[in-house]
């Protein structure tokens, strides 16, 4: 079993920046993948970007070139800068982590974190 704790979520102007934290514990001997799903108000959970033990980094199409995934191995943690952030990026970003490549099905979720971004 896998513990994600989210931070770094908070209220932005269009245009600023925002990095989130998420630290793993328990069985992490296990991750593969780490990454970053999203959910805004009535909307679906949808992906937002993942990186592999490789370093290998997949984003959606609405977020290339605004922000950057990262991890460290020794802290457990994954990273997401975001940059020129968007009002229609507000949403609680939610942590995810597998053992496989893929991040459609994750083994474990954080609690989430909120983003809002102001126009």
């Known amino acids: 079993q896998v513990q994600l704790v989210e931070s770094g979520g908070g209220l932005v102007h269009t245009g600023g920046s925002l990095r989130l934290s998420c630290a793993a514990s328990?069985?992490?001997?296990?991750?593969?993948?780490m990454g970053w799903h999203r959910q805004a108000p009535g909307k679906q959970r949808e992906f937002v970007a993942k990186i592999t033990s490789d370093d290998k980094t997949n984003y959606a199409d609405s977020v290339k070139g605004r922000f950057t995934i990262s991890r460290d191995n020794a802290k457990n943690t994954v990273y997401l800068q975001m940059q020129s952030l968007k009002p229609e990026d507000t949403a609680v970003y939610y942590c995810a982590v597998g053992r496989g490549y893929g991040l459609a099905f994750p083994d474990s979720w954080g609690q989430g974190t909120q983003v809002t971004v102001s126009s």
């Open positions: 328990g069985s992490v001997f296990s991750i593969n993948v």
